[in-house]
């Protein structure tokens, strides 16, 4: 008797392990491993979803196992190596597998949607009893078994293939188009008895004549690309000259597709970045690589021509990049280069779009993978090669359950393909750094920049100053001078407004102060609902100051514009400038993002205001200046990394400048000049801020001398909350060894979300064996509460705590 083990669509920790089903015989040699599945679950008639994970010969159960009830796919959908994968994540981030499971397919698979088997050889008898003359066959859950035996042998044959289709959506996009039976003699005589004025007809039939190996092409294209007209198509059909025939069409994701490029000379420092990848990626060893090249110094090239030698390997290639890098301009850099074999995942596409790339990736059509963080999840094949651009980035941790990081994941990933790993940043994070330092990585320097450009010239503007406390508005008299000198010589400009940690914190415009925790070495943040300053970390709370506690001036308050108001303030000041604005307002559109890009980039604005989706991965040519208006908000952020943060932040932006021919400048306004975040960054000096950040990490305890989990607890009562934070606390506490730090209970920043109050535990440790088993454990006696709205998350190395 043949048994699957399945983990069920039931989340909960009880069931956070495979179940054991029998395959009944009429389902044998159908159900395999990845596969969904629908079986009985608990008493009564209940049908659930589940995920085989195993196929077995006998069971270890002693008991009568229940039937499966019918097969969901009639193909898997998961590969052996994500099944595996979800074992290991699941356990990893504490959550459920099938969460894992689900995270990993794409919307369209867990959303509504129908099946339909689809021909491939279309003239075999048993392909055309079973589609009865129409197009495709749909598979509902009436189905009997026979005939999914029936699919799934043809699928094995390859004369059938199985899609799925997002419900209230079209099967496959079908599309007119036009093909011919005429040669290219026949097609060139056909054209010269047309009448000289039949101009339309005379370029079908040129353009037939010169693409006869690309037939059929969609009406589509003729008439956008090549101007000719659905009238001039009909008349051909008339005379016999082309047939009209139906195609169905992969939506593609938007855009143009770019031009070729081809290899670039490498530079020396680039030449021995590619050298070292390749040798493993032919010796197919999981070595991850840390690139650390300042800006511009050409990370992507190396990237490019590395994909490369993965798959003249016969390999494939995955390369992630944060959301909002997933510009055209990246895009257009791989596609560019590698042209239709490349898939590109985005949060921008409908879910039919990303069905497609997904298909494309599993049909083993593309070799190559551009994407955000859960593309980190592709369906690749035999990969040779995994790249994640801007490592440092916050946004490669999900933020919702599963809590994953996608370098984690990568890592993995790379050890299962036996294939490196390169982690590419100006700004590596202070992980990644550490571990290159202790050898765990290889580490790559890229000192200089592409042409030997110079890195920008960095000026910091100390607001503090009584020449620019005086200004009314938000522009120092240096930042407005290097905005004229950049309008006069017909350059332009990137101004950054730094949003992130915005008006929850108090800073004294006259010296510069903030409000820090005497404990814990974070910024205090406002609770408004308390009329309290607070720590996030470890609960320390005091009155709002009126007075700087620092330099007793009564300017000390919150502080904030938005991009708005500095939009109008540089209308006040330049008139004549084109200033682009770029913020969550004005890119909520679909492709908003990637328009005003295109157009700074050909040149049709002078000035691009954003906040920090303006920051990094740009390159434009003509941006000689670069100004930053407040510098300060990501230091004054409560978290540890602030500094860091800060100093990412600057480094990247001021890469913005000076990239091509022309020298960069960079204008820094700040309240806090002296901060060895703003000076390292000013010199884009990485090496320099690195030591001097890990001192104060190891200072003070935080990663990466210390790990850090974080456990939240949310429930409707504030009380029941407190209680329940402390219990968890008193459970820790028993299971932690001395070393360990416990933080908290604290409320987060915002302590009251959708009528839930939230407080938070923060553990720091250096070697805890108990600990990962104890918090499963936790999990696990705290379920029962979960119905009464009581819940715990669990947070391994959050990126942010609030
Ligand atoms: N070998 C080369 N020869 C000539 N130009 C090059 C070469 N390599 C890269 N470039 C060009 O140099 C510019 C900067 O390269 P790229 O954008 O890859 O830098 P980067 O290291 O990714 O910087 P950032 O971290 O700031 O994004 C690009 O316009 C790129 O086309
Ligand atoms: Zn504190
Ligand atoms: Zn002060």
Same mark, same amino acid.
């Given at each position: ?9 039931? %989340? ?91 995270? #990993? ?84 005589? *056909? ?210 359950? %599963? ?22 940043? *100006? ?154 604005? #770029? ?54 952020? *409560? ?17 913005? *400048? ?35 950040? #890990? ?108």
């Amino acid at each position: 008797m043949a048994v699957a083990e399945i983990i069920v669509d039931v %989340p909960t920790m009880q069931t956070n392990r495979p179940f054991e089903y029998m395959i009944p015989d009429t389902l044998s040699d159908v159900v395999v491993p990845g596969m969904r599945v629908e079986v009985p679950f608990g008493r009564g008639k209940r049908k659930i979803q589940g995920f085989v994970m195993k196929v077995k010969d006998q069971s270890d159960f002693q008991g009568k196992l229940k039937p499966i009830s019918r097969v969901i796919d009639l193909k898997p959908v998961l590969s052996t190596e994500m099944l595996d994968l979800s074992s290991w994540l699941a356990d990893r981030t504490y959550s459920f597998q099938i969460s894992c499971l689900q995270t #990993m397919l794409p919307s369209v698979m867990r959303a509504k949607y129908k099946q339909f088997v689809i021909p491939v050889v279309a003239d075999d008898p048993e392909v055309m009893n079973l589609l009865q003359g129409k197009p495709t066959f749909e598979i509902t859950n009436q189905i009997d078994d026979e005939t999914v035996k029936l699919i799934n042998r043809l699928r094995k044959d390859e004369k059938v293939d199985i899609q799925y289709v997002v419900e209230n959506q079209a099967v496959q996009v079908k599309r007119q188009a036009v093909t011919t039976d005429l040669n290219v003699i026949q097609l060139h005589e *056909a054209k010269s008895q047309l009448r000289a004025n039949a101009k339309s007809q005379i370029k079908l039939l040129e353009f037939l004549a010169d693409n006869l190996n690309d037939l059929p092409v969609e009406f589509n294209v003729l008439e956008k690309d090549y101007g000719i007209s659905r009238a001039a198509i009909k008349t051909a059909e008339k005379n016999k000259l082309v047939k009209v025939v139906e195609v169905t069409k992969l939506r593609k994701p938007v855009g143009i597709t770019p031009e070729k490029t081809t290899k670039l000379a490498l530079t020396d420092e680039q030449q021995v970045a590619v050298d070292q990848i390749t040798e493993s990626i032919e010796n197919q060893t999981p070595q991850t690589f840390l690139i650390e090249g300042v800006t511009g110094s050409g990370k992507t090239e190396v990237y490019l021509q590395t994909i490369e030698k993965a798959l003249q390997q016969d390999k494939t290639a995955l390369m992630l990049v944060p959301e909002i890098s997933l510009t055209p301009q990246m895009v257009n850099r791989v596609v560019g280069r590698f042209g239709d074999q490349v898939a590109v995942l985005h949060s921008g596409l409908s879910n039919g779009e990303r069905y497609d790339e997904w298909t494309r990736i599993e049909n083993h059509d593309v070799k190559v993978v551009v994407g955000a963080r859960s593309a980190v999840f592709a369906p690749l094949n035999h990969i040779g090669l995994i790249i994640i651009d801007e490592e440092h980035e916050a946004s490669y941790k999900q933020d919702d359950n %599963p809590r994953y990081h996608a370098r984690d994941v990568a890592l993995w990933r790379a050890q299962v393909n036996k294939c490196p790993v390169v982690l590419g940043s *100006a700004t590596p994070s202070l992980e990644s750094r550490a571990r290159a330092e202790k050898g765990v990585y290889k580490l790559i320097r890229m000192k200089k920049r592409i042409n030997n450009q110079v890195l920008p010239h960095v000026h910091i503007v100390d607001m503090r100053d009584a020449e620019n406390s005086a200004v009314k508005g938000d522009f120092s008299p240096a930042l407005k001078a290097g905005l004229e000198k950049t309008l006069a010589d017909h350059n332009q400009a990137i101004v950054l407004l730094n949003r992130r940690g915005y008006s929850s914190f108090m800073m004294c415009r006259e010296c510069g102060f903030v409000l820090k925790c005497p404990n814990c070495d974070v910024s205090l943040t406002y609770h408004k609902d308390l009329g309290k300053m607070k720590c996030h970390y470890c609960g320390h709370e005091e009155p709002v100051p009126k007075i700087c506690p620092n330099c007793h001036s009564t300017k000390i308050g919150f502080y904030g514009t938005g991009t708005q108001n500095i939009e109008q303030q540089l209308n006040d000041l330049f008139p004549e400038a084109r200033v682009l604005r #770029m913020d969550v307002d004005t890119t909520r559109r679909k492709g908003a993002h990637a328009k005003i890009l295109k157009q700074f980039g050909q040149h049709k604005a002078d000035i691009l205001l954003g906040t920090q989706m303006i920051a990094k991965g740009l390159d434009f040519p003509d941006v000689t200046l670069v100004g930053v208006i407040n510098a300060d908000t990501t230091l004054s952020l *409560a978290d540890f990394r602030a500094s860091e943060r800060t100093f990412q932040l600057l480094t990247q932006v001021s890469g913005r *400048a000076g990239r091509a021919e022309k020298t960069g400048h960079v204008i820094i306004q700040t309240f806090n000049p002296d901060h060895y975040a703003i000076k390292d960054a000013a010199k884009q000096d990485y090496e320099t801020f690195f030591k001097q950040e #890990m001192y104060l990490r190891h200072q003070s305890n935080y990663t990466p001398y210390y790990f850090t989990t974080l456990i939240s607890v949310a429930n409707q009562d504030e009380g029941k909350t407190l209680k329940q934070s402390y219990w968890l606390k008193k459970q820790l506490q028993t299971a932690l060894s001395k070393d360990a730090i416990l933080l908290g209970p604290s409320p987060t920043m915002i302590s009251r979300k959708q009528n839930k109050y939230y407080y938070q535990i923060i553990v720091k440790y250096k070697h805890e064996p108990q600990l990962h088993q104890r918090l499963l454990e936790i999990l696990n006696e705290t379920q029962a509460d979960a119905k009464n709205g009581f819940t715990i998350a669990i947070d391994n190395e959050p990126q942010h705590i609030d």
